[in-house]
């Protein structure tokens, strides 16, 4: 191949500049869906639920991911939609701060102007964070890969502790005109940062102009038509839902879990999910370093790690149940840290895999996979929250004490990861196994591993 058309690669000074971009983007989303949900609940007094369909709203919208993965894959640049994208983010997150000042005095009107701020976060979210993954898919060496997962993850985490630190300190004393300044501050560095972050990173860019300047354009549905065709792309859509949905499904009732059952206080709950974060951190590092290191066949390591990490979790979810019918005498700290570490391999191979699998099948069509990965995620994150407390409310109402409800959720999750780890089996299959099943569609776009 003419060195000329070669698709540059990045390294690690490139790698943490995107992590950056991720940082950002973490700073502004931990605004929206944390401190804002807190003024709604406490300081307005309204109820929960208005900040969940919010936030719920906002995952439904980037069911639209797809079609950003598709612009770019056109145009043949991401940098522009990363902006572009942290851009719309922020006129939504200051648009979402100002309706939550109006809710004071009408709510009504507040809730109407949030909902159409919500539904730019998400327009914005999905921009952004789908054209990210689309440049590391397509830059970051293989041998990186791993790494590029972890260190995304880990900078977002990064975003959400220190936008934490800096807006709680800056909106003391309260009042709803200091959190939109706060707000609007905060938004203003993230895009800042962002855009400094990406510029340049692409590099030369002869190769995909010439590229997309002599391939056929399909029209969105099309292109759309061609990935889901794809069978390897088509499983790890199923497969991403999937093992998302009982990874998000944990989210609201942990917590809660520790302080009925435990009796924590709320001190010590939140003590008990930075216990967990960190195991998160561990498991991400651990995968990341392995997965960096390793010789050869690293797509096959990714896959392995994913299903390792999927069946880890299933098991720290069997042993909270163990603990929700036990009770306090089990200790619920190391659990809880295992299951965080269990966690932490799972999504880093599984986002080092889809990295992979990103460039695997028809070119330049990165930005399409990743978008259909990203709408399965969000919509998998949308509705496993709501879900898991759900079943967890009809399950206190169905049975006498708490430890079995909580149980209950806690075997359907670990069940859903044992699932989604015969997924990622299925997502390994080869095109020879497709032919001994007739019922599924042809391989031939399915790239040799």
């Avoid at 972050?197 to 995909?208: I, K, L």
Wanted: charged residues 10%.
């Amino acid at each position: 191949m003419d060195a000329k058309l070669a698709t540059p690669t990045i390294g690690w000074v490139g790698i943490f500049r995107l992590g950056l971009v991720q940082a950002a983007l973490g700073a502004i989303i931990i605004l929206t869906t944390s401190t804002l949900n807190r003024v709604m609940v406490v300081e307005l007094a309204l109820p929960a639920a208005i900040p969940g369909a919010l936030v719920g709203w906002h995952y439904a919208v980037q069911l639209s991911r797809p079609r950003w993965g598709y612009g770019s894959d056109i145009g043949g640049l991401r940098a522009p939609w990363i902006i572009g994208g942290m851009m719309v983010l922020a006129l939504g997150a200051i648009s979402a701060a100002a309706a939550t000042a109006l809710m004071a005095s009408n709510v009504l009107a507040g809730a109407i102007a949030a909902f159409v701020a919500f539904f730019i976060i998400g327009v914005g979210v999905g921009a952004a964070g789908t054209n990210l993954l689309a440049l590391l898919a397509t830059h970051a060496a293989p041998s990186r890969k791993a790494a590029a997962a972890a260190i995304t993850w880990i900078m977002m985490i990064i975003g959400f502790i220190i936008t934490a630190g800096v807006a709680g300190a800056m909106l003391d004393p309260f009042s709803m005109a200091r959190l939109v300044e706060v707000t609007v501050i905060i938004s203003f560095v993230a895009v800042a940062a962002a855009a400094i972050a990406v510029w340049g990173v692409e590099g030369r860019t002869e190769r995909r102009k010439r590229a997309f300047e002599t391939s056929e354009k399909p029209d969105f549905k099309g292109a759309f038509r061609e990935i889901w065709d794809e069978p390897q792309a088509r499983r790890f859509t199923i497969f991403v839902f999937i093992a998302m949905l009982s990874y998000s499904a944990q989210d609201l009732i942990l917590e809660p879990f520790a302080g009925l059952i435990y009796g924590y206080t709320p001190g010590e709950s939140t003590q008990l999910s930075g216990t967990q974060n960190m195991g998160v951190l561990i498991g991400m590092i651990i995968t990341a370093i392995l997965g960096t290191v390793i010789g050869k066949s690293r797509a096959r390591f990714m896959r392995q790690w994913t299903i390792f990490g999927c069946v880890a979790s299933a098991a720290a979810l069997l042993a909270l149940c163990a603990a929700a019918l036990v009770g306090p005498t089990w200790p619920l700290q190391p659990t809880v840290f295992a299951l965080g570490i269990a966690n932490g391999i799972f999504a880093v191979a599984a986002i080092g895999s889809m990295m992979t699998l990103a460039s695997s099948g028809r070119k330049e069509r990165e930005g399409m996979r990743m978008g259909l990965w990203g709408a399965s995620q969000a919509l998998a994150f949308g509705i496993g929250g709501f879900l898991g407390a759900a079943v967890l409310d009809i399950a206190r109402v169905s049975f006498t004490e708490t430890g079995p409800a909580f149980a209950l959720v806690f075997g359907i999750e670990g069940a859903l990861f044992i699932a989604a780890a015969f997924c990622a089996v299925w997502v390994g299959r080869s095109s020879a196994d497709d032919k001994l099943l007739p019922v599924l569609p042809s391989a031939d776009l399915l790239a040799a591993e």
